[in-house]
């Protein structure tokens, strides 16, 4: 007679056969994956940290201090740029000039945008308490004065068909906190360019934006000595290298035109 008895439930559970894990238990290899990535992050994380952590801290500038001072004046400065280079494409059709004042125009205002939000970020005003150019009286890291001077207090210049190169910002002049910057245009000398056309213009554009860049390396070059603030000295170092070169290439254009 067949044997009518209930099968093993040892033997018909293919699980305990095999020794496999029911797949309620298993853990799917989405699952894997996902916990893979969660430990990399974390590994991640942990290693961004103790590199953090161990990396010197940058001190946040103050009010009164060289940084601040610099970002404050520096953006007057470029801003100036910016608006004798949007003059001077009104006024030539000069290939050359407008070229020159385009590249001044947008590296300049990208710059001051820069400075913007550096103050932003220290949590400082736009606005400052002392008179301009103040930090630049500030002492030097290496105890010398190099450039405790602030340039020509304005960059007046004589009438078109002057030397090619002059400029009145080649004798600094002592620094007085709230004098002109170095390298200045004052309102007359906009007006003029503004009410001039053809190789006039490009003459007194390039008179003015030689002193005015002569200006911008010096305050430059004041704040290099000045501060160790990375952020500070690359765009410094930037203004130095760029501005000596565009001195250098306004002077032959110049030179041409006189």
Known sequence: ???????????????????????????????????????????????FSAGWLAAPRTATPTDT?????????????????VQMA????????DPAIRSLAYDIATSQAQQSGQMYAWLNAWGLPQA????????????????????GHGGAASTTVPDAGGAAGT????????MVPGEPMPGMATSADLDRLSSLTGVEAETLFLELMIAHHQGGVEMA??????????????LAKAIVFAQ????QYMQELLAART
């Open 65 to 81: 201090g060289v940084e601040a001072g610099f970002a404050r004046d520096m953006q007057t400065h470029h801003d100036q740029a």
């Open 1 to 47: 007679m067949p044997d009518s008895s209930p099968a093993d439930s040892s033997v018909a559970d293919p699980s305990l056969v095999t020794g496999a894990v029911p797949d309620a238990r298993r853990p799917s290899r989405g699952r894997l994956t996902l916990a893979a990535i969660v430990a990399a992050v974390l590994v991640a994380v942990v290693a």
């Open 86 to 93: 949007l003059i001077i494409r009104e006024q030539s059709d």
């Open 167 to 174: 400029s009145t910002a080649a004798t600094p002049a002592p």
């Open 128 to 147: 400052s308490t002392q008179p301009e150019m103040t930090w630049m009286l500030q002492p030097t890291l290496d105890g010398s004065d190099d450039h």
């Open 244 to 247: 000596s070169g565009e001195i």
């Open 221 to 234: 070059e004041a704040a290099l000595s000045r501060t160790t603030n990375p952020l500070v000295t690359a």
